[in-house]
């Protein structure tokens, strides 16, 4: 019964101090399917600017620089500006009427910024003088910073 006791208590004590904590840190990513192709880009940096609570963000992939995705949001606001999506130098944004870009919000503090997004970008092609569009769907983020 001794050793019955011993094992519980052991058992008890092992539970209680192993565990996940809700201070685990949160996985950066940006996760976005492109013209059907599904990314992950897994490194974040976080540009603070100041007092207007300016945040520039910049989301590559395994700290290659040759797709970024760009953009600002001011803390607390519900919207993201100046979004761009960069391929080997090409430039994709919000440049015709028919471009879009769809996001949702849900956490946007001083600590964390957590979004879904969707939309139409457009990079004007000088050579052929006319704009070429990409699609992103399913697009997520979630970074703590």
Request: aromatic share 12%; charged share 20%.
């Amino acid at each position: 019964m001794k050793k019955i006791l011993q094992l519980f208590l052991i058992l008890f004590v092992s539970l209680s101090v192993i565990g996940c904590s809700k201070d685990d840190p949160i996985p950066e990513r940006l996760e976005v399917t492109i013209n059907n192709q599904d990314l992950v880009f897994n490194s974040i940096f976080v540009d603070r600017q100041g007092s207007n609570n300016s945040r520039y963000f910049t989301a590559v992939i395994n700290n290659n620089t040759s797709r970024v995705i760009n953009f600002y949001a001011n803390v607390g606001d519900d919207s993201v500006a100046n979004f761009t999506y960069t391929i080997r130098g090409k430039v994709y944004k919000q440049l015709q009427d028919s471009d879009f870009l769809n996001t949702n919000i849900s956490v946007n503090t001083n600590a964390r910024f957590t979004m879904t997004f969707s939309g139409v970008l457009s990079s004007f092609n000088a050579v052929t003088e006319s704009y070429e569009t990409i699609e992103l769907t399913d697009g997520f983020m979630d970074v703590e910073y």
